[in-house]
């Protein structure tokens, strides 16, 4: 619950004061859904965990059914708009997926959620086989030391990179938009996994980060959601000019500006969030409860409002 509430308090508060959709702000609504998915899959019965994981081979039997059941409605509700749109066309569910034109909200909801629709699925197997090999000791945990044999770690590393130069080949050459996102769905596992390989198997790559992007990295989403209306205006389509005339003054005076009130943002989404969800379920069940009837309430207010 804290994180749905720290990912979309910005959002929904955007929505209202900027007269916005929530899918205008494409991206909060896609982390939110696929968070919601994975976590509805590990609360599934019956539930494991790591721990169990080291007692018997159950729990790795059982995981693999989740995760491939994951991915057979994967396949399943992106194959089809019309099961897709049976799905998320009911109101009010269809209200979060409204865009700017009525006649294609659902249809741009497909296309944005089904571009990466087999990563959730992916993440949830890499991170397990990830958790049965640190438990059967085939990779070396010590950051300062290869995570498998020196043979092994380049072979893999080789690996990574010629699956780096096959995308970045693939990127370039791929005729058109539409084929491009119809074969993206099928190997964006693989610059992932390049990635994380890459950063994870060489010593030296694993015992250091940038403090830079560390620190952006905390007020990323802030960052995202912000772009809309600090450095962009007119709905994305124009720029915002402080200083016309002098377009790198004026870029380096609203990326200043951008990332100090990103980072003020955060802040306070930070404190908004530690008040609404505590320790204390009881206040917390209130507090969560009286902000989702004051947003039914809301929604149900403008869904008539628009009727008369």
Known sequence: MKVLLRMNILTVLLCY??????????F?????????????????????DASKAKETNKPIFIMFVKIGLLLIVSLLLWKSLTLFSS?????????????????????EWWFRSGLDRFMAPYGMLFAFLLIIAKNSKWIN?????????????????????????????????????????????????????????????IPSLRTCYSAFFAWTGKISLELFIGQYHIWLANDTYSLLVFIPGFPFANAAITTFVFVCVAHEISS??????????TKDVPTMIKRIAFLAGLLAVTLLLHVLTKRD
């Open 141 to 201: 945990t010590d950051p300062a030391q290869w995570p498998f044999s020196k043979v092994v770690s380049w072979i893999v590393l080789i690996l990574s990179l010629v699956v780096f130069a096959f995308y970045g080949r693939f990127s370039l050459s791929c005729p058109n938009k539409p084929e491009c996102n119809a074969t993206h769905s099928w190997i964006s596992f693989l610059p992932v996994t390049a990635f994380m390989l890459l950063r994870n198997i």
């Open 28 to 48: 909060m609504p896609l982390i939110s859904f696929y968070f919601i998915i994975v976590y509805l899959t590990h609360l599934m019965w019956p539930q494991m």
């Open 268 to 277: 306070i989404c930070g404190v908004l969030t530690s008040y609404a969800v």
């Open 87 to 107: 799905l998320f066309s009911w109101w009010p569910l269809i209200e979060l997926f409204r865009t700017q034109n009525e006649d294609s909200m659902v249809r």
């Open 17 to 26: 004061t900027m007269n916005r959709p929530y899918q205008f702000y494409y």
